[in-house]
């Protein structure tokens, strides 16, 4: 929102104020557009933590599908219409906020009034020419999409509560983008996020709302990667989980994934333990996922080759590297690019279990080169081996 | 499964080999004299370095080996928990022991071992400078013992200089001063070795503990030297063949048997190979232990089949150099890998110091082998050949090689009868006096040589922790326990150390003697008790390397990773289970291989 829009005003909605701030906005600011291999730290507040994420794997040269960003300056131009502010208000007065089933009513008319309202030609025109470019650079007409929600609100603890997140697969031509855009703008108002808020005492305003636009990836395989080995915390190994198609038969544990524990220096793969995959969630003909039963060799054969498994290897290792930290890392094998060259990056975040242990030091102390040589000869390692 | 190894006064020889102790030494062998020490031990064959039956002077430089590592562990550095390795032959074959420290006396080492070894961790650079002028000065003086037949009459200059000492007191002075000299080499192959392992060991002790599951190759990776001296005879070979390319004689290698180096291009080549060949061809086709091993300089066949395999590389358009800068830069970015992966500057610290360490002691432990085993052996065998054909020359033996069955005590002997009746100028009696010996003894060899000796002997200790048994034999408690089950084992898996990464499927080819290393074909599994680095140029056309015994540096498994080769090392049975044609798949990343 910049000066010159008018301020959507619910404060007088909530009961107590216990919480309170305004978005900050910079004037300097004005693209509806950042694309994600053009992502700078600054765009953070307008692109959300799920934009901004991507943007940065991106940074670190990480194979990202390509997309772009609609950024939180689009989304505040729809509120430069100030009857749909009012009608929005009105409605949010309404709102009684121990009757669930009258506020599911109301937030569906609330994202119908988004969503039927007409976007600035401004904004329109923008989002269709990236579009537009996407497909060009990706050689393909109409260039299959996800569109993502991904708010962003400054200041909030937990912008992915406070805001919706809404996905939206296999998004397919320009009218089609625009729309889901829009229910992705409307998502902010979801019984749900208009509860959440209300019992936090957050500002609905405190929310606004990015979008993401990235290339569907049709994967012959996919799995997570971790970035070190889960039963011992080496972080010399990444421990990688892989199935048939897409990922969400390894996500929501509908098979035993292929599983493999791949050396990240010497870049060889370890171990691996081939399991029998029943299903796969695949794309159809007519562009809808499916979930489909796997029949013949594929069930019994690895899901991965060792050229990919070295090359998921490097590239969780090198999230790892950007951020920091161990990584948990969403990965998949683009049926559209060459073997070799194949591997995406869907997603990468901290990992959680081994990361919260308390560090503990392998050298006791300052190194003392004659001491150190004295403890091991006196306690050799392979003791432990007997 | 059996949790010990049969008694060494269990173990039934082959027949007709009865009398076979008078071969060694009485003190090498089991005996009633110390039972119940011996009884109590665990003894392995070392078939990595003595897989034959030993002859009498075999046995010399084993002796003299163990005894020179031994003494550096016990008498000189005071390394706080072991002693020496002891040894015994048994029917012909070298059994070792490593000897514990007491547990109560360790401590009281350790200030000793801190100050004697930290004198050399502290000056390693020098000492070693100075050892590698010791080892030059020492072969010099091998070359320069007079061997040669008792003159018929003293030199007139012995007379006009008063000297009074004549050629036959000399040559007994000069076979006195060739056992001392074979005695100082083999102390200075053990000078740092023992140190070296122990700085390498620490480094891999806090890699392990940093990362439990670090692959033993990874950290060997770290430590190894990029131009190293073991390398060196190979790449002479490649840059012969290069320049009898460039020269235009490639084709005179076609027979490696039959070389004729004509004209002006042959006499520039033959000065290429002259100036190579001192000291890199003093290469052994063995280990440098055996009276059989063939030496590079005095068989130009077994180079020369390399040179042409060579060429023949080169002419397909192949590019044999060996990729120095990919080399270093490889080994750079693991080490870096795994410092970035430490999870504090306390613990980088550490891992510099050691691994700083690390690199500074290995370049001895690596090229160590070459100036002993190779060079001052291919000097040694050269020198006792020449005694023997000296002694068989003027009638004391009956042949040249008889020398090989007397032992080194007994030479003495045919020494003085030489001298005593060169002096007297009358009849001597060795060659009737050995002659029925030396019959005797070839016999029980040849039948202690077609028998197969057992892998190990009495109860092994619960934990191994002699620091040369695990890292230059591989020897760990997992692997004896493997050794003793290995009857109830499957038949087609064998599990050994993941010497060399990677997994490839291929044929099989055993190979039991350095000879036969020619009749390798392009992508065979080579399976051998051991390999020997002379073997490096047939590295390039195998798929991959089994070997019976070895640890993570032995030969076979620094050569493996430098040539990029998967290698599983220490199997124990390789070459028994394995048959040459067997299809097998070999894991170097997990230490399995399976017969298919």
């Known amino acids: 929102m910049c000066e010159s829009c008018p301020i959507v005003d619910w404060e007088h909605e909530l009961p107590t104020v216990r919480y309170f701030t305004a978005r900050k906005v910079d004037a300097a600011m004005t693209d509806h557009i950042v694309w994600f291999d053009r992502y700078e730290q600054a765009h953070k507040p307008f692109v959300g933590g799920k934009n901004s994420s991507l943007g940065e794997m991106m940074m670190a040269e990480l194979p990202v599908p390509p997309g772009f960003a609609i950024t939180t300056v689009a989304y505040d131009q729809i509120w430069r219409d100030a009857d749909l502010v009012a009608k929005v208000n009105d409605l949010l007065r309404s709102i009684d906020h121990d009757d669930f089933a009258a506020n599911r009513v109301t937030s569906q008319k609330i994202r119908a009034l988004i969503e039927q309202a007409p976007i600035p030609t401004d904004v329109e025109t923008d989002i269709r020419e990236a579009y537009a470019a996407l497909c060009t650079h990706c050689g393909v007409d109409d260039i299959a999409v996800a569109v993502r929600s991904s708010a962003t609100a400054e200041d909030l603890p937990d912008a992915s509560f406070a805001g919706q997140q809404d996905t939206f697969l296999w998004v397919v031509g320009a009218d089609a983008v625009v729309e889901n855009v829009r229910k992705c703008w409307s998502s902010i108002f979801t019984d749900r996020a208009i509860a959440y808020r209300h019992a936090q005492g957050y500002l609905h305003q405190a929310i606004a709302m990015s979008v993401g636009i990235q290339k569907m990836v049709d994967p012959i395989s996919s799995g997570v990667a971790f970035t070190l080995n889960p039963t011992n915390g080496d972080r010399s190994q990444v421990a990688i989980d892989a199935s048939w198609g897409l990922g969400e038969a390894v996500v929501s544990g509908e098979v035993t994934p292929d599983n493999f524990l791949v050396d990240k220096v010497l870049r060889e793969v370890i171990k691996r333990e081939i399991s029998e995959k029943g299903t796969e969630y695949c794309l159809t003909e007519s562009g809808v996922v499916e979930k489909l039963e796997i029949v013949g060799d594929r069930r019994t054969e690895p899901s991965v080759t060792d050229e990919d498994l070295t090359a998921i290897a490097i590239l969780a290792r090198r999230a790892e590297k950007h951020y920091g930290c161990p990584q948990d890392v969403e990965w998949a094998l683009d049926k559209h690019l060459p073997a070799g060259d194949n591997v995406v990056m869907l997603q990468s975040r901290p990992e959680t279990v081994w990361s919260q242990k308390p560090k503990t030091s392998v050298s006791s102390g300052s190194y003392d080169p004659m001491q150190s040589i004295v403890s091991t000869l006196v306690s050799p390692l392979h003791k432990k081996s007997s | ?200 060991l620490d480094f891999f002790g806090f890699c392990k503990e940093a990362f439990p599951s670090i692959p033993d190759l990874g950290i060997a990776k770290m430590v190894a030297g990029v131009e190293v001296d073991l390398f060196r005879p190979n790449e002479e070979l490649k840059v012969l063949a290069q320049k009898a390319i460039d020269l235009g004689i490639a084709r005179s290698f076609d027979d490696p048997n039959n070389v004729s180096l004509d004209g002006d291009a042959g006499a520039q080549w033959q000065a290429a190979w002259d100036e190579a060949k001192d000291p890199w061809f003093n290469f052994t086709s063995g280990n440098g232990f055996y009276h059989f091993d063939k030496i590079w300089v005095e068989n130009p066949d077994i180079p020369y089949t390399f040179i042409k395999d060579y060429i023949e590389r080169i002419e397909a358009g192949e590019d044999i150099s060996r990729p120095i800068e990919a080399i270093r830069e490889e080994r750079d970015r693991v080490v870096g890998e795994y410092r970035d992966l430490l999870g504090s500057d306390e613990d980088r610290e550490a891992f510099d110091g050691k691994l700083g360490l690390a690199r500074v002691v290995f370049p001895y432990v690596e090229n160590h082998n070459f100036y002993i085993e190779h060079w001052t052996m291919s000097v040694v065998w050269r020198k006792l050949k020449e005694l023997g054909a000296t002694l068989a020359k003027d009638g004391l033996l009956a042949n040249a090689d008889d020398l090989l069955f007397i032992r080194r005590d007994e030479v003495h002997e045919v020494l003085w009868d030489y001298y005593a009746n060169w002096a007297v100028n009358a009849p001597t009696a060795s060659a009737a006096h050995w002659a029925p010996i030396v019959e005797r003894r070839r016999a029980i060899h040849a039948k202690l040589d077609a028998w197969k000796a057992p892998k190990a002997l009495g109860a092994p200790p619960e934990v191994i922790t002699e620091p040369f048994t695990i890292m230059l034999w591989g020897i760990t408690s997992e692997s004896v326990n493997n050794w003793l089950g290995s009857d109830e084992g499957s038949e087609n898996e064998l599990t050994g150390m993941a010497a060399s990464p990677g997994s490839v499927e291929g044929i099989a080819r055993i190979i039991y003697e350095p000879d036969e290393v020619n009749d390798l074909e392009q992508g065979e599994i080579l399976v051998a008790p051991i390999t020997a680095p002379s073997w490096a140029p047939v590295f390039p056309k195998i798929q991959a390397c089994v070997t019976d015994i070895g640890g993570m540096m032995s030969h076979a498994a620094i050569v493996c990773r430098e040539y990029g080769v998967p290698a599983v090392t220490g199997t124990g049975f390789g070459t028994d289970k394995i048959k040459t044609g067997d299809r097998i798949r070999v894991d170097g990343s997990t230490g399995k291989v399976t017969i298919l």
């Open chain 2, 1 to 200: 499964m059996s949790n010990s190894f049969p008694s060494p006064f269990e173990i039934e020889g082959p027949e007709g080999a009865e009398g076979w102790e008078e071969l060694y030494p009485y003190s090498s062998s089991f005996s009633n004299y110390r039972k119940d020490y011996e009884d109590n031990r665990f003894w392995f064959w070392d078939s990595m370095h003595w897989g034959k039956a030993l002859t009498p002077w075999d046995a010399t430089f084993m002796e003299a080996a163990l005894a020179a590592l031994s003494q550096m562990n016990s008498r000189h550095y005071r390394i706080p928990p072991a002693d020496g390795v002891d040894f015994r032959i048994l029917y012909g074959y070298a059994f070792l022991s490593p000897v514990g420290v007491d547990p109560s006396q360790i401590e009281a080492r350790v200030p000793q071992f801190m100050e004697r070894a930290g004198h050399y961790f502290g000056n390693w650079d020098s000492l070693y400078d100075s050892w590698l002028d010791k080892v030059k000065t020492t072969i010099a003086e091998i070359e320069s013992i007079d061997f040669n037949p008792l003159p018929e009459m003293e030199e007139l200059e012995v007379i006009t200089s008063g000297s009074a000492i004549g050629s036959g007191g000399k040559l007994m002075s000069e076979y006195n001063r060739f056992r001392d000299l074979i005695m100082h080499a083999w102390q200075y192959h053990f000078e740092f070795l023992n140190l070296g392992y122990a700085a390498y």
